[in-house]
Antibody, heavy 120, light 112 residues
Framework: EVQLVESGGGLIQPGGSLRLSCADSGSTVSNNYLIWVRQAPGKGLEWVSLLYTGNNNAHYIDSVKGRFTISRDASTNTFYLQMNSLRVEDTAIYYC?????????????WGQGTLVTVSS | DIVMTQTPLSSPVTLGQPASISCRSSQSLVHSNGNTYLNWLQQRPGQPPRLLIYRVSYRFSGVPDRFSGSGAGTDFTLKISRVEAEDVGIYYCMQATQFPLTFGPGTKVDIK
């Protein structure tokens, strides 16, 4: 069974840092697209970042460039989102998602999400 | 950035009746490789999103065949042939042709 499990969310003051983790117990291939998507309270979905493990290429939405970093630990099959200089507008549920068999089904598998609240 | 729009934003439907959601992109979603990367996702209340349709018309694993996708270029449609109670939720289109990846605003489907 495919399972992505996020952790690391919580309440943080503006300007602070958090690292989100996503433990991936379901991937059976060596190269994947690993993605973070967020959803502000009562709002729609917003793509945040993507990492292709085949060549370590990473992409970010403009609003998080220079503040967030996506990475992966292959030894533990866990990927991360390091979030620095957090802003109130970063408050959201953060979902990790992964492709199922390539770019076509880019967001095939999802975690349950972890809530990040940025507030003083 | 490619802007995704959806109509309607809210769709009350009768159980057993069909439902249809439209999605339009501000630019063609045809990739340079010839593929069109338009996805449809469902988010039931209190749940994470779930992939329903990828590459315009391919049903993802485990998705009932009452869901179908169609379209080309900039205009796409998700159809539910006969709405069931478990179909209540918000439906999003999403493009993966170009960075940044973008989603439509969502269409809320509920039962009349």
């Amino acid at each position: 069974e495919v399972q992505l499990v996020e952790s690391g969310g919580g309440l943080i003051q503006p300007g602070g840092s958090l690292r989100l983790s996503c433990a991936d117990s379901g991937s059976t291939v060596s190269n994947n697209y690993l993605i973070w998507v967020r959803q502000a309270p009562g709002k729609g979905l917003e793509w945040v970042s993507l990492l292709y493990t085949g060549n370590n290429n990473a992409h970010y939405i403009d609003s998080v460039k220079g503040r967030f970093t996506i990475s992966r630990d292959a030894s533990t099959n866990t990927f991360y989102l390091q979030m620095n200089s957090l802003r109130v507008e970063d408050t959201a549920i953060y979902y990790c998602t992964r492709d199922r068999g390539g770019w076509a089904a880019l967001v095939g598998d999802w975690g349950q999400g972890t809530l990040v609240t940025v507030s003083s | 950035d490619i802007v995704m729009t959806q109509t309607p934003l809210s769709s009350p439907v009768t159980l057993g009746q069909p439902a249809s959601i439209s999605c339009r992109s501000s630019q063609s979603l045809v990739h340079s490789n010839g593929n069109t990367y338009l996805n449809w996702l469902q988010q039931r209340p209190g749940q994470p999103p779930r992939l329903l349709i990828y590459r315009v018309s391919y049903r993802f694993s485990g998705v009932p065949d009452r869901f179908s996708g169609s379209g080309a270029g900039t205009d796409f449609t998700l159809k539910i042939s006969r709405v069931e109670a478990e179909d209540v939720g918000i439906y999003y289109c999403m493009q993966a042709t170009q960075f940044p990846l973008t989603f439509g605003p969502g269409t809320k489907v509920d039962i009349k």
